[in-house]
C-alpha cells in the first residue's frame, strides 16, 4: 500500500471535495450543513402540517411525505436537473440542483421525525399550558417543541448522517463531493484501496463526531 497518494492529493481532497473550496461546484460539507438546516426547518412545518386538524393542511401534507418517502433521491435529483429547467427555460447550477432536491427529498422524513416527538409529548402538558393562558402557537413554541425535539434526537441525527452520506449521489450531475474528488484523483492515480480507504475514514470520523455531540446533547437535555 502506498498512501503517498493521499498526501499529494491531500488538499484536493479535503478543500475540494470535503469543504467545498476549489475549482469545481462541490464540497460533502457544503451541501450537507445547508441541506440538513433548511430541510429540519422545511420538515418542522410538514410535520406540523401532518397534524394539522384542516383536511387542507393535512392531506396535502400527507400526500408529499408519502410521496416523497416512496421515490429514491437519486430520482429527485434528475427531476430537478432535467424537468425544472425545461419548465423554468432557466439552467440551474448544480449546486443549487442538489441542495433544492435534498431539502425537499429530506424534508419528507424529518418531517416524520418531527410529527412522531411532537405525538411522543404528553397530552398533560398541551392542556395544562392552555390552562396557563398560553395560545396554541405559544404552547406549541414554548412547551411541546422543546420536549419534542429532545425526544427526537436519536432519530434526527440518524437522519442527518445519512444526509451527511447522501451528496455523494449528487455527483450523476457532475457535483464533486468528498467521494467524486476521490474518484478523480483514482482515474490519474490508479490508487483506489488507499484513496476510498482514507475518504471511509473522513466519512467516520464525521459521522461518529455527531453521534457523539447527539448522545451528549441528549444527556444535557434530559432531566436528572
Do not use: H
Not at 410521496?67 to 429514491?72: A, D, N, Q, T
Not at 418531517?111 to 395544562?128: D, L, T
Amino acid at each position: 500500500m502506498d498512501f503517498s497518494v493521499v498526501v499529494r492529493n491531500l488538499d484536493f481532497l479535503i478543500l475540494q471535495g470535503l469543504l467545498g473550496f476549489g475549482n469545481f461546484v462541490g464540497g460533502t460539507l457544503r451541501l450537507a450543513i445547508p441541506a440538513i438546516v433548511l430541510g429540519f426547518v422545511l420538515g418542522i412545518f410538514v410535520g406540523l402540517g401532518r397534524l394539522a386538524r384542516s383536511p387542507w393542511i393535512r392531506i396535502p401534507a400527507t400526500v408529499y411525505v408519502e410521496f416523497f418517502r416512496g421515490v429514491p433521491l437519486v430520482m429527485v435529483i434528475f427531476w430537478f436537473w432535467f424537468i425544472i429547467p425545461v419548465l423554468l427555460r432557466v439552467a440551474l447550477p448544480e449546486y443549487g440542483v442538489a441542495l433544492t432536491a435534498f431539502v425537499v427529498f429530506e424534508a419528507a422524513y424529518l418531517g416524520e421525525i418531527v410529527r412522531a416527538g411532537i405525538q411522543s409529548v404528553p397530552r398533560g402538558q398541551m392542556e395544562a399550558a392552555t390552562a396557563t393562558g398560553l395560545t396554541q402557537t405559544q404552547t406549541m413554541l414554548y412547551v411541546i417543541l422543546p420536549q419534542a425535539l429532545r425526544n427526537m434526537i436519536p432519530a434526527l441525527v440518524t437522519q442527518f448522517i445519512v444526509l451527511f452520506k447522501d451528496p455523494s449521489l449528487a455527483s450523476i450531475i457532475g457535483y464533486v463531493d468528498l467521494t467524486k474528488a476521490a474518484q478523480i484523483v483514482n482515474n490519474r492515480e490508479i490508487r483506489p484501496f488507499e484513496l476510498y480507504l482514507f475518504i471511509a475514514v473522513v466519512y467516520w470520523l464525521c459521522t461518529y463526531s455527531m453521534s457523539l455531540y447527539a448522545r451528549y446533547l441528549e444527556k444535557r437535555l434530559t432531566p436528572a
